[in-house]
């Protein structure tokens, strides 16, 4: 049968390599994704299942988990709306100072973390000049989950603007115009006009920018204060496992990690898919 | 994450450097041969192959094996007429010794608490279980202690361990179970409430957990909570190594801090070892022990001292008696039977840290 279907493949295929390209292609991602996930997923299974499920459900790491998705679906969610925005601003219109912005859009992807976890939390520590207007406002950032936040919508902010922005280039203004002239208002345009077409890209963003901001350390262990049950991460708590040599309690909480986002991610494909459907009807 | 490009390199030079011993190891009988004094002539003319040396480090210590090593690289090459290279890496101490675990061929380890270096044993054999025995005072030929450093003034009147459970102030030191240094804060502080009249475990554990209530930020290891106590301004004390109090206030904080030195501190021993498997597949052993060795000699201890490390040395020590202030200490093996006891029971997972912060039920 598979191979009635490669069959098939092959003689519908109008580009060649086919076997080639998929054969690279099985074989880079098996290197670089497939066999260093395996190696730990291993290294995970070397406890019984015992210690496995009293390191993945005790009280600390459930609230870490818990901590972790919220903030970076949040994170995520922030830059979801505001990424579009920011998007929208570098196609649509022209004005000095662009150029800068655009590249300024970048900075977050090649900040080492650290960096951006420390320039964060100068700012909006307690005694630095925004964090102390905000603190006497009653909103304490830094050294709480709120800070978590600020730090994972930084370190997203590149990808729904990247990823939105070559769609909305391709748009074409006519289409705004056209509806504008039918009658529709601004709203209506957006809504029904707009953001069809953009719902694949953003949705994309949006998984890329909670992807990694769940897999956040750097920034956020500088910003977070790190105080267990209250601003404790699950990354922080897989560092913390390794610190006593507890490889396999580490990889443990990490097997969770992973399932967990593939699910979330794998979904969030399927959206996709489904968008990209419900927009080519 | 700091030490990845340094080992890299360390690494890729080591194996030219092992190259390079490969070749230069067959010159070797001729100079046990009957001709040793032509053969001793022409290597002084013709210079012993290069040699190079990894020490696997933990943090604070880069100014100082920065000073040593350049130290030692001139007093071997003056000697042995070959020069040698020291690579340094540093990071967290923990981060380190997983580093060797996993195959980073360091000749030398120079950390933070004899814990991590014990794991080069327990988990790869890498050196014999009595390494610790090998060398002068349990290995450690530099100590520390830890300090408390406060704002100018003291404003909130800090003098001693008992000063840091009142109400209202706000005590900066890492997370215990991300930074070694944390560790020797926290026995410190558990060393002292034993150590008072009627103290005992119950009482101990009591005064820690308060102590623990005054600290806003666990940063995740030492440096940060420098930065976040000198930088950010944020807490009232840094409870720290003494070698990093002395620092800080010196070229962080120039009148704007000051060191407080409590009644009765712990004595930190960071412990030094050759790793055996390493030294032996590079050829490296006598280079490595020599470098070690030089440690304790009268010029190795003045750059500790002169690094803020408190040196063995009495004759040192005497010299740089203004530097380091007397104190009462205690050590780990006294009051907690060894780091294979105290790293259990207070600090791995479900430990007496842990249940500070479980919440109450």
Known sequence: ?281 | MTHLVPSFLARRSLLLAALALGLGGCNKPSNASPSATTGSASAGVQEAAPVTLLNVSYDPTRELYTAYNAHFAKKWEAEHHQKVTINQSHGGGGKQARAVIDGLEADVVTLAIAYDVDQLYQKAKLIPENWQSRLESNSAPYTSTIVFVVRAGNPKGIKDWNDLVKDGVKVITPNPKTSGGARWNYLGAWGYALKQPGGDDAKAQAFVEKLYKNVPVLDSGARGSTTTFVERGIGDVLITWENEAILSTKELGQGKLQIVVPSVSILAEPPVTVVDKVVDKHKTRAIAEAYLKELYSPEGQEIAAKNYYRPRNPDVAAKYKDQFPAIQLFTVDELFGGWSKAQPRHFNDGGLFDKIYKPAK
């Open chain 1, 1 to 281: 049968m598979t191979q009635a279907r490669t069959f098939s493949l092959r003689r519908r295929g109008v580009l060649p390599g086919f076997g080639l390209t998929l054969g690279y292609t099985v074989f880079y991602v098996g290197l670089l994704v497939l066999l260093p996930l395996l190696a730990m997923v291993l290294k995970a299974s070397t406890q019984g299942s015992a210690a496995f499920l009293t390191a993945v459900t005790d009280e600390r790491a459930v609230q870490a988990y818990w901590l972790s998705f919220t903030t970076a679906l949040a994170g995520a969610g922030i830059n979801a709306v505001f990424g579009v925005a920011v998007a929208w601003v570098l196609c649509r219109y022209t004005f000095p100072g662009k150029s800068l912005l655009d590249a300024l859009v970048d900075l977050p992807f090649a900040l080492p973390t650290a960096v951006a976890g420390i320039a964060l939390t100068a700012v909006y520590s307690e005694n630095a000049w925004l964090g102390g207007k905000l603190l006497s406002l009653g909103v304490k950032v830094a050294f709480t989950q709120l800070g978590i936040i600020v730090a994972l919508t930084f370190i997203g902010i590149p990808f729904v603007v990247r990823t939105v922005q070559p769609v909305l280039e391709e748009l074409d203004t006519d289409v705004e115009e056209a509806a504008a002239l039918l009658g529709a208002g601004r709203w209506l345009t957006f809504r029904r006009v707009l953001l069809p077409s953009l719902v694949p890209a953003i949705l994309t963003g949006f998984a890329l920018a909670f992807a990694r901001a769940l897999g956040e350390y750097g920034s956020v262990v500088f910003i977070s204060g790190n105080m267990p049950m209250k601003t404790e991460i699950a990354p922080l708590l897989i560092v913390t496992k390794l610190e006593q040599y507890d490889y396999a309690g580490a990889t443990a909480i990490a097997t969770v990690m992973l399932g967990a986002s593939f699910l979330l991610l794998f979904g969030i494909n399927l959206l996709q898919r489904w968008a990209r459907r419900a927009e080519a009807r």
